[in-house]
C-alpha cells in the first residue's frame, strides 16, 4: 500500500527513468524501436523453423502458439534483464539522490511493458491472420486480455524486485539469473503448447502438478487460451499456480523494502 | 523548530563488505566467528540547526563529511541514532548523477529535474533561463556524451540549483567549471541564503567557508570536533589538525642537526594567528634546536598557493645575511611586511640547510597553512604596487 502511494506520488520521475530505459536503448539504431518487434518475430521465425525441420510430421505445433508464447515470453526476459541492472547500473542515482528505491525497478517493468504493448500491436493482426488462415478466428475473449496483462506485468514486477534487490548483495546473481533463464525457458510451454508435455503427465501425474505451479505456465497458456480459444486448464495445481505469486507479493515487498536501506552502503 | 537534527547519529562500514559482494563473501561471513572488522564513518554525532543558517562542514579527507551529508539527504541510512530534516531537502552532491550519456541536453534536464523532484511545468517555464546558465544555448540538442565535462557539469549545477528546497546541502561543488561559473555559483547559494534557506557546505575552501557561513562544524574521525563562529573553527582546523596530524600534503626531510621544533605564525600585534591581512606585517618564528655547533646555516623559507602555485622563495643566504654559527635552542624570526598576498589559503614551507647546500639539516614542505583576507576587494593572488593617472593625449 505505502509502495502504491509513493510510486503514485513519484510517477512523474517514474516515467521519466523509463522513457529514459527506451529513448536510451534504440537512440543511435537505425531502425529504433522497430527492433521491439523484430527481435521476438526472428526468434519466434526461428523455433518455428527448427520445430518444423527437427520435429517432423508427427508434431503438431501451431505457428500462432509460439508466436504468442515467444512474445509473452520475451516480456518476462526484458523485466528480469533490466530490473538486474536496475541498481547495479545506477550506482551514481541510487548514491546520491534520495527517491523511492522501488521506482528504478518498477520504470524498468514500465519499459518493458511499454514494448510489450507495442509487440501486441503487432501480434494480435498476425494472429488474428494465422488463424484465419487455417480457417478459425480470434475469439472474443482477446477483449479480457488487459486483465491478464496486468496480472503478467505484477508477476514481473515481483520478479524484478527479488532479482534487482539480490544482484545488489551478491553479484552472482547476474550468472545464476543467465542459468536460470534457460532452465525456465524449456520448462515453460514458450515454444511448444501445454499439449506437448501430454504423454510425461501420463506417466507422472505430480510432475505435471508441479508444471502447473510455474506461474509462467498459466500465463503464456493464459494468452493462448484467450486469443486462440485453446481449453482453459483448471487443475488445482494451475489455480495454485496463479495464487502463490499473489502470497508471495507482501514477502517480496517487505523483504525489498528491508533489503534497499543498505543499496547505497553496497554499490 | 530546528531544520535538521542529528541525535546520537552513528554509521558503521563493514571493512570486509567493501567491494563488489558475492556470495562467497556472503557465506563466509556466516562461518566466521569472533567480532567483524569495524570502521564507524561517523559516531556519536547530536546537533542541531536553525532555519535560515548557512552551516559550513570542514575537516580532513576521510573524516565523514560526505557521510555526514548522505545520512542528511537520505541516500545512507544511519547504523544507529536518528537524523531529521524539517522541510524539503535538496542536496548539491548529485551533479549529473542520473544523466543518460545517450540523450539529448534537453532531454536530460528533464530526466535530471525529475530526479531532483522538480515539476515539470517549472521546468518548462525555467527552461530558457536553465540553459542561459549553463551556456550551452547552441549544445544543447547533443547528446551529453558528446559534453566535455565542464559542460557537462554546467548543466546539471544549472537544473539543481532550479530546486526551491528549505534545506540545501552542498558537497564541494563549487569547485567545478571556470572562475566565471564558478562565481556564477556562488551568487547562487547567496540567492538561497538570502532567501532564508538552512545551507550546509561541505568544502575545503576554506575561505569560502568563512565568508559564507554563519557558523562551522569542524568534524574528525567521524566526530563533531568544533562548533562555533567560522573563524575560529577554521583556526583550530588548520592549527591543530591540518599541520599535525599530517593531514595536509606535508613533506619533511633532513638530517635534523638543526631542528625546527615550533614555528609560531605571529599577526602584526603579536598574537598567534592562522589569519593574515593582506597589507599588514607577518611574523614567523623559528624555533630551532641545534644538535652541535653548526657554522653558517641558511635559513629558507618559500609560499605556495592552496592549489600548490609556487609564489616565492628567499633565504638568508639572497638576502646576503651570514649567520656565523648555531648551537643548542634559538630562534629565528622572519618578518614578511607588508604581505602583498591576496585572500586564499596558501602554505608555508621552512628550510636549514648548509652554506653550500648540501646538507639539508631540516626541510618542512608545506607544513604551515595560513588564510590571507584582504578587505579592499582586489582580485588575483598577490598585491601589486599599482596606480592610475591621466595623461594628456598624444
Same mark, same amino acid.
Given at each position: 500500500?505505502?509502495? &502504491?502511494?509513493?510510486?503514485?506520488? $513519484? ?257 | ?263 609560531? &605564525? ?51 643566504? &639572497? ?42 639539516? $631540516? ?32
Amino acid at each position: 500500500m505505502q509502495a &502504491l502511494i509513493t510510486t503514485w506520488r $513519484h510517477r512523474e520521475l517514474l516515467w521519466n527513468l523509463a522513457s529514459r530505459d527506451l529513448k536510451g536503448r534504440y537512440k543511435d539504431s537505425v531502425l529504433g524501436l522497430l527492433w521491439t518487434v523484430l527481435a521476438p518475430l526472428f526468434m519466434a521465425a526461428i523455433y518455428i523453423f527448427f520445430l518444423r525441420l527437427l520435429g517432423g510430421r508427427g508434431l503438431q505445433i501451431s505457428m500462432a502458439d509460439i508466436i504468442i508464447g515467444v512474445f509473452a515470453w520475451q516480456f518476462t526476459v526484458q523485466c528480469v534483464t533490466s530490473g538486474m541492472a536496475a541498481f547495479t547500473g545506477n550506482a551514481n542515482l541510487v548514491k546520491k539522490v534520495f527517491f523511492p528505491r522501488i521506482l528504478l525497478p518498477m520504470s524498468a517493468v514500465l519499459a518493458a511493458l511499454v514494448n510489450f504493448l507495442l509487440m501486441l500491436v503487432v501480434q494480435l493482426p498476425l494472429i488474428a491472420f494465422l488463424l484465419w488462415h487455417s480457417g478459425g478466428m480470434l475469439s472474443v475473449w482477446t477483449l479480457a486480455l488487459p486483465v491478464l496483462i496486468v496480472y503478467h506485468t505484477f508477476f514481473n514486477l515481483l520478479l524484478a524486485l527479488a532479482i534487482s534487490a539480490a544482484n545488489v548483495y551478491f553479484r552472482d546473481t547476474q550468472h545464476l539469473v543467465g542459468l536460470g533463464l534457460s532452465a525456465w525457458f524449456f520448462v515453460s510451454p514458450v515454444m511448444y503448447p501445454l499439449a506437448f508435455i501430454h504423454d510425461l503427465a501420463q506417466k507422472w501425474p505430480w510432475l505435471e502438478n508441479l508444471y502447473q505451479l510455474n506461474p509462467l505456465t498459466v500465463i503464456i497458456t493464459g494468452y493462448r487460451t484467450l486469443q486462440t480459444g485453446a481449453p482453459l486448464v483448471l487443475t488445482p495445481a494451475a489455480i495454485a499456480g496463479w495464487l502463490w505469486p499473489l502470497a508471495a507479493a507482501a514477502l517480496v515487498f517487505w523483504l525489498f523494502d528491508r533489503a534497499q536501506r543498505n543499496f547505497a552502503d553496497l554499490l | 523548530m530546528n531544520a535538521i537534527e542529528a541525535q546520537g547519529l552513528g554509521k558503521r562500514y563493514r571493512k570486509a563488505g567493501i567491494g563488489a559482494p558475492t556470495l562467497r563473501d556472503a557465506l563466509k561471513r556466516c562461518f566466521r566467528r569472533g567480532p567483524m572488522e569495524d570502521f564507524w564513518a561517523v559516531r556519536n554525532l547530536s546537533f542541531a540547526i536553525e532555519p535560515g543558517r548557512t552551516i559550513g562542514v570542514i575537516g580532513p579527507n576521510g573524516s565523514g563529511k560526505s557521510s555526514l551529508l548522505g545520512l542528511i539527504a537520505g541516500t545512507i541510512t544511519p547504523t544507529e541514532g536518528t537524523v531529521r530534516a524539517y522541510g524539503r531537502i535538496s542536496s548539491l552532491l548529485e551533479l549529473g548523477a542520473g544523466f543518460h550519456p545517450n540523450l539529448s541536453g534537453r532531454e536530460n534536464v528533464f530526466l535530471n529535474a525529475a530526479i531532483l523532484g522538480i515539476q515539470r511545468a517549472d521546468v518548462l517555464k525555467r527552461f530558457d533561463a536553465i540553459v542561459e546558465f549553463a551556456g550551452l544555448r547552441e549544445f544543447i540538442d547533443m547528446p551529453v556524451k558528446h559534453y566535455s565535462s565542464g559542460m557537462y557539469v554546467r548543466l546539471a549545477f544549472a537544473v539543481a540549483v532550479e530546486m526551491n528546497p528549505d534545506v540545501l546541502l552542498v558537497d564541494e561543488v563549487l569547485a567545478v567549471g571556470d572562475t566565471a561559473f564558478q562565481n556564477k555559483c556562488l551568487n547562487r547559494i547567496l540567492d538561497f541564503k538570502r532567501r532564508g534557506k538552512t545551507i550546509l557546505l561541505v568544502s575545503h575552501a576554506l575561505e569560502t567557508v568563512e565568508q559564507f557561513c554563519d557558523e562551522v562544524l569542524l568534524i574528525n574521525k567521524g566526530q563533531l570536533v568544533r562548533r562555533g563562529p567560522p573563524g575560529e573553527v577554521i583556526f583550530e582546523y588548520l592549527h591543530t589538525l591540518l599541520a599535525h596530524v599530517g593531514m595536509l600534503n606535508v613533506e619533511e626531510y633532513g638530517t635534523h642537526e638543526v631542528e625546527i621544533r615550533k614555528v609560531r &605564525l605571529l599577526d602584526r600585534a603579536g598574537q598567534e594567528s592562522v589569519r593574515f591581512t593582506t597589507g599588514e606585517p607577518m611574523y614567523v618564528d623559528v624555533h630551532y634546536h641545534a644538535q652541535r655547533r653548526i657554522e653558517n646555516p641558511v635559513f629558507g623559507f618559500s609560499l605556495k598557493t592552496g592549489n600548490g602555485i609556487y609564489l616565492f622563495g628567499s633565504n638568508t643566504q &639572497l638576502l646576503n645575511q651570514r649567520i656565523a654559527a648555531i648551537e643548542g635552542d634559538g630562534v629565528m624570526r622572519l618578518t614578511i611586511n607588508p604581505l602583498t598576498l591576496m585572500a586564499g589559503r596558501f602554505l608555508l614551507s621552512l628550510a636549514i640547510h648548509s652554506w653550500d647546500h648540501s646538507v639539508q639539516y $631540516h626541510r618542512q614542505e608545506d607544513c604551515y597553512p595560513f588564510l590571507v583576507q584582504d578587505d579592499r576587494g582586489h582580485h588575483g593572488i598577490v598585491q601589486l604596487q599599482s596606480a592610475w593617472e591621466a595623461r594628456p593625449a598624444p
